[in-house]
């Protein structure tokens, strides 16, 4: 079956550091990788997507100076939150696509910020 | 229903009962899968429905979906305790997915 596993779960840090997280599809060769962030209120916002070989798009409000992204290869992709504060706070989640319809996603990795 | 500005919605039922959430879109869409996210877990996809069929099953989920009004529905006849969850919509016509705001689904024994 296809997985995605994404790491950490749970990170803490103080506000203005950085952070990575990274995720890996399993059992199948992703497309494509979207990157969400889910609030606390359960909304999910689009940060980027991105395609092998292709040019990362990040959407409104989010930039690659703020959420630098790498993709390598189709198994992996990992995305860095860069001086983080208090409003990056939240899920983080990888979305991995499987051909061009079925989007599958991790657990996510729940950032806290000191 | 679940619609990309509104709040969350909730729904308090008790087990064995049947429910139906529902999901409107506004832009162009070939695909609406819809995912259920339970407490400190990420989505996961629990069926999926294109544009040119009008409705699917999966167990006991049924979804469908109509394209002339831009809604997708989520059917579970049955329910348990265990299908307590946050469940979202999710539609495409291009390249990316939109989530709904979510349904949060509480079944109780």
């Known amino acids: 079956g296809a997985l995605v596993y994404q790491y950490p779960r749970r990170t803490i840090c103080k506000s203005g550091t950085s952070m990575r997280m990274e995720c890996q599809a399993v059992?199948?060769?992703?497309?494509?990788v979207a990157w969400y962030r889910q609030s606390p209120q359960k909304t999910f916002e689009l940060i980027a997507l991105?395609?092998?070989?292709?040019?990362?798009?990040?959407e409104q409000n989010f930039t690659q100076e703020k959420f630098p992204i790498s993709h390598p290869n189709l198994s992996f992709s990992s995305m860095t939150v860069l001086n983080a504060y208090l409003e990056d706070r939240g899920l983080y989640l990888c979305?991995?696509?499987?051909?061009?319809?079925?989007?599958?996603f991790g657990h996510g990795t729940k950032l806290s910020v000191l | 229903s679940q619609w990309g500005e509104e709040n969350l919605q909730a729904l308090s039922i008790q087990e064995g009962e049947d429910v139906t959430m529902n999901c409107s879109y506004k832009?162009?869409?070939?695909?609406v899968q819809w995912y259920r996210q339970k407490s400190g877990k990420g989505p996961a996809l629990i069926i999926l429905?294109?544009?040119?069929?009008r409705e699917k099953r999966s167990g006991r989920l049924r979804a469908t979906l109509d394209t002339s009004s831009q809604s997708s529905s989520l059917s579970i006849t049955g329910t348990l305790a265990t299908d307590t969850a946050v469940y979202f919509c999710?539609?495409?016509?291009?390249?990316?997915?939109?989530f709904g705001a979510g349904t949060r689904l509480k079944v109780i024994a």
């Open positions: 059992g199948f060769q992703a497309t494509s």
């Open positions: 429905i294109r544009s040119n069929e």
């Open positions: 832009t162009y869409t070939t695909v």
């Open positions: 991105s395609t092998v070989n292709s040019a990362i798009k990040y």
């Open positions: 979305g991995a696509r499987q051909g061009n319809e079925r989007l599958f």
């Open positions: 999710a539609h495409t016509g291009n390249y990316k997915y939109v």
